[in-house]
């Protein structure tokens, strides 16, 4: 098992860098000038020259991705241009929302999902499987940010049994933390339930095909004994490489959801960046969620390793 986790993380190396290539480079040429944003809406040529210099942003492209290298090696982001503070201070100070976010989604998208999947394979071509894929083609196609109008509408307006926004952390109580927290992460969730119930249903289905399936039921063994506990985890691994997918593709969607929801998040700090132009935050954001998506599929495969010993012997 540690020289296939060292295996993972060598080849998470050269991923990262080039991530980390591509992301300044892109920003490198995006047109608009930092500086104008960070400058006076009267500010002269001159002062527009002295405010690249003294960011640096009159460099030439090589000597900005050295230093760009140089700073990340030592583990600093940069400096945020309007929020002037670090970037990684500005990231580590809100990623407590987003993780939250992200793991109660995950969450409730696991649970629900494998559960509905499961379901629509034991009773495959029945009125049940049927209904289930309708309702998973519903929530795919379902807008994220007009789902959570609907929400904030509906249960935090009308009925008042959520908030319609603000962040509570769990250490200080967890009663507020999941209030403020629900309404987004069933919104963030709710595309993916879809996709993880039509991908489960899939993969019980080829299991559920095999000899071993038949003869485990042909003991007599009832029928949700065999699917949970023969069926099951022999198609976890698909299963775990439609989460892995789901992890990164919350982590993308919680900037919109945070936005609805006015949550302070990484993902309004992005967005943020963007519209005044603040490179340094979108290169280090860009970064560091790079990370995360390389740490989450290293542990994706930690855990192929683990439900099925095959993956690790080749």
Same mark, same amino acid.
């Given at each position: 098992m540690r020289r296939f986790v060292i295996r993972r993380l060598l080849i998470a190396v050269p991923v990262l860098a080039l991530v980390s290539l591509m992301s300044f480079?892109?920003?490198w040429l995006v047109p608009g000038d930092p500086a104008s944003a960070f400058a006076d809406a009267g500010a002269?040529?001159?002062?527009l020259a002295q405010i690249r210099h003294r960011l640096g942003l009159d460099e030439p492209f090589y000597l900005q991705i050295i230093a760009?290298?140089?700073?990340?090696?030592?583990?600093?982001?940069?400096?945020?241009?309007?929020?002037?503070?670090?970037?990684?201070? *500005?990231?580590?100070?809100? @990623? !407590?929302?987003?993780?939250?976010? #992200?793991?109660?989604? $995950?969450?409730? %998208?696991a649970?629900?999902?494998?559960?509905?999947?499961?379901?629509?394979?034991?009773?495959?071509?029945?009125?049940?499987?049927?209904?289930?894929?309708?309702?998973?083609?519903?929530?795919?196609?379902?807008?994220?940010?007009?789902?959570g109008l609907l929400l904030i509408f509906t249960f935090a307006?009308?009925?008042?049994?959520?908030?319609?926004?603000?962040?509570?952390?769990i250490t200080e109580s967890f009663s507020g933390w999941f209030l403020g927290l629900a309404l987004p992460a069933f919104t963030l969730a709710a595309v993916q339930m879809?996709?993880?119930a039509r991908m489960t249903r899939s993969a019980m289905l080829?299991?559920?095909?095999?000899?071993?399936?038949?003869? *485990?039921?042909?003991?007599? @063994? !009832?029928?949700?004994?065999?699917? #949970?506990?023969?069926? $099951?985890?022999? %198609?976890l691994v698909p299963i775990l490489t439609v989460l892995g997918i789901v992890t990164g593709s919350l982590l993308g969607g919680a900037v919109v959801v945070e936005q609805v929801f006015s949550?302070?998040?990484?993902?309004?700090?992005?967005?943020?960046?963007?519209?005044?132009?603040?490179?340094?935050?979108?290169?280090?954001?860009?970064?560091?969620?790079?990370?995360?998506?390389?740490?989450?599929?290293?542990?994706?495969?930690?855990?192929?390793?683990?439900?099925?010993?095959?993956?690790r012997l080749e």
């Open positions: 480079a892109v920003i002269t040529p001159e002062q760009w290298y140089g700073r990340i090696l030592h583990g600093d982001l940069g400096q945020s241009i309007l929020l002037n503070r670090s970037v990684s201070a *500005a990231i580590i100070e809100r @990623l !407590p929302v987003t993780l939250s976010l #992200t793991a109660l989604s $995950l969450i409730f %998208a649970v629900m999902g494998i559960i509905a999947g499961i379901l629509a394979a034991m009773r495959h071509r029945s009125w049940a499987d049927q209904s289930i894929m309708i309702v998973a083609l519903l929530g795919l196609s379902i807008p994220e940010f007009w789902l307006v009308r009925l008042h049994w959520f908030r319609a926004g603000g962040f509570v952390p879809g996709f993880i080829e299991v559920l095909s095999q000899d071993f399936i038949r003869t *485990a039921d042909s003991k007599g @063994l !009832p029928w949700s004994v065999v699917v #949970t506990r023969h069926g $099951l985890p022999n %198609a949550l302070p998040g990484v993902g309004r700090l992005v967005i943020g960046a963007v519209l005044s132009r603040d490179f340094p935050v979108i290169q280090g954001t860009l970064l560091f969620v790079a990370v995360i998506y390389l740490l989450v599929n290293l542990t994706v495969d930690i855990l192929y390793a683990v439900a099925d010993p095959r993956v």
